[in-house]
C-alpha cells in the first residue's frame, strides 16, 4: 500500500505524457498545455486524496500485538479516539462503547441494579463480562479470581488519560487466554509529548426528580430531589531526561460522585405471602421513591525512563442499590476496589528480535450487601429476614515474557 | 517528496535516499532494516530512478562528511536520535536535503518530516522554519495534513 503513490504517480504521469504527444500532432500547442495542467491537477488532487486516505486510517495493536494498519489486521478492530469521546462528552468506556460502539452492545441497567454487561458477535451473557477481555495499556483488568468485569465508572480508568479505545471483535483466544470470547476490549493511555501539560477538569450534571411514567416532574413529594452528579479530574503529562535517556511521567486522577435524582416506582402489597414482593419480613409494601449514591475515585500513574515502564493504577467505587432486596434499604451496596501495578521492560534484544518482559501485581475485592428474609439468602430460622453479603477479593501476580521475531530483516 | 516543489527541479539526477542508523541501537537498526526492505521493492521516487544508501551514525562530522560524499535527496533518520537531533541539524545545515525521522517528536527538535501517532491514527509533523532554512517547500496540500512546528 505504500508504494501506491509513487505507482499512481508514475502510472497517471506516463498516461499524460503519452496522451500529450499523441495530441502534438493535431491540437495547438497553448491547447496541450492547459490539458497538460488538468492532467497534473487531477494527479495532485488524487495523490492527495490517497495520502489523506492513508493518514485516516488507524493503525491498530491488539489484533496480532504489533502495530499493522486496521484494514490489513486478521481481525475487525476498530477504533474510538479521545477526540471522539471528548466531542460527544462521553465520561465512561462503557459509553464510549454504547455510543460510538460497532458490532458490540452494552447492556448497562442504571446505577441501581448490580452488573453490566457487553455482548458482542450477537451473544450477551448475563455474566459479568466473563466473555469479554479488558485491558489496560497490556494489563489485563479481568478479576483473576472471577473473570468478570466492569466498564463503567468502576473500571478505575480517568476518563481524561485515555487516548483511545481498540475494540476487537471476535474470539482472541488464541493471543489473550479465556475471557477474550466475543470481544477484547483495550484501553491505551495518554503519553507526554513534547511539552508538560497540567490539565484540571470538573464537570455537573443536574437531573430532576423522575415519576412512576418516567417523567420529569418538581421536587415536592417525600423524598423527592433533583440529582446532582459532579465529577474532579487533574492530570499531568511531563516529559524530561533522567541519566540521559527520554523519560516521561503521567498521572490522572479523578473522582466522580453521583447523588441521584429521586425515581418512583409504583407500590406494590407485599402483604401476601406469595406475591412476589414479600423480599422482607415485616414490609407490607415494596416500592415507592428511591434515590442512590455512587462514589469512584481513581488514580492512574505511569513512570517510562527508557525501556522501563512502570504503572499503577488504584481505585474505589461504590452505589447502593434502592431496588435490591428490601426496598430502598440504605445499607444495599455494592463495593469495588483495585490496586494494579506492572513494570514493563521492552527492547530489542537484536534488530530482528523484541523481549518483553512485565512483572505484575494485582489486588481487587468486590462485595455486595442486601436484606432479604427469603430463604435463597436467608439461613433457616431467619424468619426475620438477615443481611445477605457475597465478596470475592482477588490477589494475584505474574510474569508475562513476549518475544517478537521479524527474521525478514537485512540488517547490517 | 512529491510534495516538494524542488524536488521536480532536479528530475534529471538519481533521487538518492540516505538511511540513517544507530550502529549500536538494535531498534534503531530495525526500523532502517525495514525502510530499506520497504524501499527495495520501489524502482523510482517521484518519477526519479532510486538509490537507497545507508549510514551508521557516529557523529556531526562524519554526517556531514557522509552528506557531501554522498548528496543525498532525502535523509531518513531511524529511531534513538532524540538526544542527536542538535548536532544532525547542524551538520545538514542549510543543505537542499528532506531529513525525515521515524519519530515525530524528533520534528519539534530540528527534523524537517516525521512520522507520530496522534490517537492511533498515523499523523505528518513538518517543521516549517527548519524547512525554509534547507530552501525547501512543500504544496499547501500537504501542510493542510500535516502537524506544522514553527
Redesign the interface.
Known sequence: M??R??WI??AL?MLVHTTAVAQDEHEPADDVEAREDRATERE?EE??ED??S???????TTASRGAERASSAPASVF?I???EIEIFGIRSVDDALEFLGLGIYVLRPRDYETGIDVGAQGIIERDGGRRILVLVDGHVMNSQDTGQVTIHEGLGVPVEAI??I?VMLGAGSVIYGSNAMTAVIHV?TRTP??EAIVRVTAGLQVAPPIDTDGDPTVPDGPGERAGFRYRFGAGALVPF?WL?S?AELTIEAEWIEDLSNSYATPVFDASAEDSGWNVYAGDTTWGGTAHHTMQAPSVLASLRIGDFRLRAMANYYYHNMPFNGRFADPLSREERYAARIDLTHS??????ANLSTRPYADFTHWGERTSWSLPYFCFEGQVDGCRFERSSPGRSAGLEQILTV?W????? | VRYERGFERGSDRDAIVLVVHRANNAESQRVSAQLVRALGRVRSLGGRPLRVLRHAYEDEAALRTELDRRTPTVVYFSAGFGRDIPAITRAVGTRNVITVSAVGRDVDRGIVIGFELSSSRPQIAINFGRARRQDLEFSAQLLRLARVVR
Open positions: 505504500r508504494r503513490p509513487i504517480f508514475s504521469a495532485s495523490d492527495t495520502l489523506e492513508l493518514l485516516g486510517e488507524s493503525v491498530v477504533t479516539t479521545a477526540r487516548d483511545h481498540e491505551f509529548g513534547e531526561r540521559g527520554d527492547a530489542y534484544v537484536t534488530p530482528e521479524d525478514d530483516l537485512d540488517t547490517v
